[in-house]
């Protein structure tokens, strides 16, 4: 079992930056696969990028070189820096582990607005 806590959301700019933090509860070295997922409103969460404990990434092509998903496991945490923010990446951000059964943070909200 894992709890999990989102930072790091906001408001930016188009063309901005933000980078997401997701904090566990416990070790994360053992978890295969962590990911973020994002839902903007009126539509179903979808994927944004998973890294596997051993380094391998996948992003959704969305957001395939802007965004940048990685792990610190001496911290325990799971990052997301988001470049090149665009009004469509508006959403509530989620962090995910994969351990069997998924778990799931509370989400933080990210607005790409002028």
Not at 7 to 35: D, K
Not at 44 to 57: D, P, Q, W, Y
Not at 60 to 88: C, H, W
């Amino acid at each position: 079992q894992v709890q999990l806590v989102e930072s790091g959301g906001g408001l930016v700019q188009p063309g901005g930056s933000l980078r997401l933090s997701c904090a566990a509860s416990r070790n994360i070295f053992s978890i295969n696969v962590m990911a973020w997922y994002r839902q903007a409103p009126g539509k179903e969460r979808e994927l944004v990028a998973r890294i596997t404990s051993g380094g391998t990434t996948n992003y959704a092509g969305s957001v395939k070189g802007r965004f940048t998903i990685s792990r610190d496991d001496a911290k325990n945490t799971l990052y997301l820096q988001m470049n090149s923010l665009k009004p469509e990446d508006t959403a509530v951000y989620y962090c995910s582990a994969n351990m069997g059964v998924s778990y799931w943070g509370q989400g933080t909200q990210v607005i790409v607005s002028s």
